[in-house]
């Protein structure tokens, strides 16, 4: 499953938090990949680093409609009509 994401947990994960530094000093998207204990693995793109949100929307619904199945969960960026627009799900 591929999940987009503008925000990241930070709590308990000193590695994830530094590349998430690393990420946002050169302002490029952080991709991480978590494997899954049943076999399936998670995509995390998180796009915060690039610091244009009124882009978002648009590169979320490029990335869902490029992966059946992908589940965009955003924060108050993205507009409700994308689930609708991409078979995405918002959160």
Do not use: M
Not at 23 to 28: C, E, G, H, K, Q
Not at 30 to 49: A, M, R, Y
Not at 77 to 89: E, F, I, M, R, Y
């Amino acid at each position: 499953s591929l999940a987009l994401s503008l925000s990241l947990s930070r709590a308990g994960a000193p590695l994830l938090n530094t590349y998430r530094s690393w990420s946002d000093a050169r302002a490029v998207p952080l991709i991480c990949l978590h494997k899954g204990k049943t076999g399936e693995d998670e995509v995390i793109l998180d796009l915060s680093p690039l610091r244009t949100p009124q882009h978002f929307a648009e590169i979320a619904r490029v990335c869902s409609a490029a992966h059946p199945g992908a589940t965009v969960e955003a924060l108050e960026v993205l507009s409700p009509s994308l689930d609708k627009t991409t078979g995405g799900q918002e959160g």
